[in-house]
């Protein structure tokens, strides 16, 4: 039980950091961890890491919102088009063998994290308010449509394409870009984890509290501690936890 808490406490700890910072997945952390260490079916701990995510990226969207970071209205159009899409995506996926690319959003962790540190992301909030709003409603669908339907047809990936594509594309500044993706993440997690257990049945119970508890403290620590840091502070601190989150993942994976 103690190794098995351990295990929970630092997938939980390195999930929260990555959603709280960043709007990362806890799957992309709890997921690797809870089948190399603890030897949960995959099935399994996917479903414990997305029911994780909620509560963490409801609370940072919280923390953010409070912060006036966060873009409700384009949020929603996105998350429509990301809920959507995924469905399109996976559907198509089923008909064609071998695509799965379940390393895909490690690297890409790893990547955006390398990105943040030498590329940071500067933008105001002035410049990213020029945008009409019609303009960004029109955005946002597509962009939703674009993450919706990869991450449904190689399945990973998501959090961490909305932010590439929140702040690269759409031009948001980093605050409000990770607001506005913890925010998505929180209902899609939410669908995602019902349809687990509603599929698989009820997971390893300590596991789930274990991890929720853990995923929950450090993403409502992380959001505090970005919701007041600087522009550069932030994308240092944001491409710091994402670097060594992809590493640590690579080596668990190398490990597995």
């Not at 992301?121 to 919706?148: F, W």
């Not at 500044?173 to 990770?178: G, I, S, Y």
């Not at 669908?191 to 009820?202: C, D, L, Q």
């Not at 596991?207 to 970005?226: D, E, M, N």
Request: aromatic fraction near 8%.
């Amino acid at each position: 039980m103690l190794f098995k808490f351990i295990i929970c406490l630092l997938a939980g700890m390195g999930a929260g950091l990555g959603t709280g910072f960043a709007g990362m997945s806890a799957a992309a952390v709890i997921s690797p961890m809870l089948i190399t260490f603890l030897g949960l079916p995959a099935y399994e701990a996917v479903g414990i890491a997305l029911a994780s995510d909620v509560l963490a990226s409801a609370v940072s969207a919280y923390t953010y919102g409070r912060n006036k970071n966060l873009d409700i209205r384009n949020g929603l159009v996105m998350m429509a088009a990301v809920l959507l899409f995924t469905l399109g995506g996976s559907w198509v996926a089923s008909k064609v063998p071998n695509t799965a690319m379940g390393s895909f959003s490690v690297f890409m962790t790893l990547l955006l994290g390398i990105k943040f540190i030498v590329r940071p992301v500067m933008t105001t909030r002035e410049s990213m308010n020029r945008v009409s709003g019609k303009k960004r409603v029109i955005q946002s669908v597509i962009c939703g449509t674009l993450v919706g339907f990869i991450c449904g047809f190689i399945g990973a990936g998501g959090g961490m394409m909305m932010l590439l594509i929140l702040t690269s594309v759409l031009g948001y500044e980093l605050k409000t870009a990770v607001g506005t993706s913890v925010f998505i993440m929180t209902f899609t997690a939410l669908t995602g984890s019902v349809s687990h257990f509603a599929i698989g049945g009820i997971p390893d119970l300590w596991c789930l509290l274990f991890c929720v508890g853990s995923t929950l403290l450090w993403a409502r620590i992380a959001a505090k501690f970005a919701n007041k840091a600087s522009a550069v502070v932030l994308n240092r601190a944001t491409g710091v936890v994402l670097a060594v989150l992809g590493t640590a993942i690579l080596v668990v994976n190398y490990v597995s």
